[in-house]
Every structure is written in C-alpha cells, then in structure tokens.
C-alpha cells in the first residue's frame, strides 16, 4: 500500500496521469487479476485519502478507453465514500475527476516547490 502511495506521489509530482496496467506494472502486480488486484488497493487507499481530507490520489489511474477518466470504480467508491454524487459515465464524473486533479497537482506542487 505505502508503495502505491509513492508512485502516486511521484506521478503527482509531476502531475502525470497513468493506466490501470501501467500502474500494475510499475507494482510488479501478477495474473490472475492483475487489474482487480489494483483496484482493490486503490479503493483503500482512497478510503484512506478521504479520512484525511487529502485528495484521492488514485484520481491518477486512468483507463486507456476511457478518455483520460478512471474507470466507474473510482466514481462508485467515492460516492460511497460521500464524495461524489452522479454518473459515472456523465459529465458530473469528469467535473469531479478534474476537481480532484486540481487538488492533487496544487497539494504536490506545494510541497516540490517548498
């Protein structure tokens, strides 16, 4: 877990986006279900981010169809999570995920530059 959190942070730090298999590459994750074996970690990790009032840095993994946005997943967690309200798949997803983008590159460039 803490080694996901690193490599979102590094990829926040330069406020780069990754892929779901990019991502399960980086963590040497392995078949069967590898992506599943992700999403998992991400789930607690956002649980994580949200009870500390960080952003949801797993707002950083993105599907490679999915024009830049995570899968529905992410969208289904966070309103569990009393974060986000709407469709995964409408425009409300791709305001949140933009939000949360915000304030994920605004928190990790303070502290690169400071």
Known sequence: MERLRRILVELAQTETLA???????RLGLTAPQTIHQ????????????AEAGDPLLAALCIGRL?????APGFFTTAETLGLFMGNPEGPEARDFHEREL????????RSRDG
């Open 19 to 25: 892929t779901y298999k990019e991502l399960a590459d």
């Open 38 to 49: 992700l999403t998992g970690l991400l789930e607690r990790l956002m649980a994580e981010d």
């Open 66 to 70: 999915r024009g830049a946005l995570p």
């Open 102 to 109: 915000a304030r994920i590159f605004g928190m990790y460039r």
